[in-house]
Each structure stands twice: as C-alpha cells, then as structure tokens.
C-alpha cells in the first residue's frame, strides 16, 4: 500500500486565482493521477502525471487550465489556474502500479471558489 | 465510448436487510475494482476480481464477475450502519491498463 499526503485539505478562493494542490506519496510509484469529483458525483480523471514529461489530460482538461508537475515518483502538484464558481469540487491525487493494481487516494482537497 | 454503468444510485435499507449495487460495461474488462467512500472522506479500495466469473468475500461482502467479464455485483448480507457510504465499481478495459474507467455510484443508507 501507499501513504498519501496531500495538501491543502480545503480552501476558499476568489474567483480569477489559482491554487496549487500537493501530493506526496511515502514510496515511489509509477502512475498518479488527478481526479475531480463533484458532491454526490463519481470521480473523473483529470490526467496522469508523467514523471519527467507532460502530463496525459483526458477530453475536456487543458493544461493551461489544469497545470500540473511531476518532478520526481513520489510527488505530483496540480495548480487549478484562473478560477471561477464552476471548479469549486473536490479534487483527489491517486497512485498506482502499472498493471492495473488497486489505486491508493490522497484524503482529497475540498475547493470552493466564491 | 467506454462507460461503466450502476445501480441503483441510491438505496436505503433497514439495519439487517441485504443489498446489493450492480455494474455493467459496454466493453470487456481486464478487472473489476470496488471501493468505498464514506461521507466526507475517499475512495477506499475494498477488492479486485480479474477472473471471468470469478466470486470473492469479504466477511458480509459477496463480489461477483461475469462470465463475459463486462458486469459485476456485490451484495452485502445483513447490513449495518457501517456499510453506509457510496460504494463505487471502476475497472481497466481490455486494452487499457492505464485508466480506471469508474461506475457512478450507489450511495447506501442504513436506516438503524
């Protein structure tokens, strides 16, 4: 198993700033991942962090938007960039190993944007 | 595209009833994953089954995985106000081991 830090665990944040989450995991990992989820929603995957080069974003994510770092294997920073109402949500950092074994999750970032 | 369908969304049941959540895919899967989210927390991995019909339990959890691998269930035998939480399935298509692909949801109350 894995032991997930992440950072912050909520924040309040005016509209047009941006705010920089932080995952940190105790070993290294191959894969982690950004997930948004929405109160009552399942997850979405934002993209997967690539150690040493750019991060896979799924359909409807940018990375101008969703900015993220991945400098080494055991941590991940994603920045949500120019915020508005709409990304107020939950965001949560997940690793896992290639080959699709279980994905361990950060206790998750509870974002509200007024 | 590839999706991951569940129900119920929602299901409430008395201490000491059964429930069950089921998952279906619109492609074959190379495994199905359950996790539970409590309220107010993250998803928390209960199982993996990768066998084509393969059946697993944890104590008053039963999980099953089809014989065409694209639908999955698990049933909990006489609930308790523990089990409450939104229990989700996500599994990797076949093909793809890089995303989990998840369901929506089904989110249980355990009236004591």
């Known amino acids: 198993s894995a032991v997930i830090s992440q950072k912050p665990s909520r924040d309040i944040c005016q509209r047009g700033t941006s705010l920089t989450i932080q995952c940190q995991v105790d070993s290294q990992v191959t894969m982690m991942f950004w997930y948004r989820q929405q109160p009552g929603q399942s997850l979405t995957l934002i993209a997967t962090?690539?150690?040493?080069?750019?991060?896979?974003?799924e359909s409807g994510f940018v990375i101008d938007k969703f900015p993220i770092s991945r400098p080494n294997l055991t941590f991940s920073t994603l920045t949500v960039s120019n915020m508005s109402p709409e990304d107020s949500s939950i965001y949560l950092c997940?690793?896992?190993?290639?080959?699709?074994?279980?994905?361990?999750f950060g206790q998750g970032t509870r974002l509200t944007v007024v | 595209g590839q999706q991951v369908m569940q129900i119920p969304q929602y299901q409430h049941v008395q201490e000491g009833e059964d429930f069950t959540t089921y998952c279906n895919s619109s492609t074959t899967l190379s495994n199905i994953q359950w996790y539970k989210q409590r309220p107010g927390g993250h998803p928390v991995f209960l199982i993996q089954?990768?066998?084509s019909g393969e059946v697993k339990k944890q104590k008053r959890l039963t999980f099953q995985f089809g014989e065409a691998k694209k639908n999955s269930s698990l049933h909990i035998t006489a609930t308790q106000t523990t089990d409450v939480g939104t229990y989700f399935c996500?599994?990797?298509?076949?093909?793809?081991?890089?995303?989990?692909?998840w369901g929506l949801g089904t989110s249980l109350a355990v009236n004591p």
């Open positions: 962090a690539n150690q040493g080069s750019e991060a896979t974003y």
């Open positions: 089954l990768v066998k």
């Open positions: 997940s690793v896992g190993d290639r080959g699709m074994n279980e994905a361990f």
């Open positions: 996500a599994g990797h298509h076949a093909g793809n081991n890089r995303k989990l692909i």
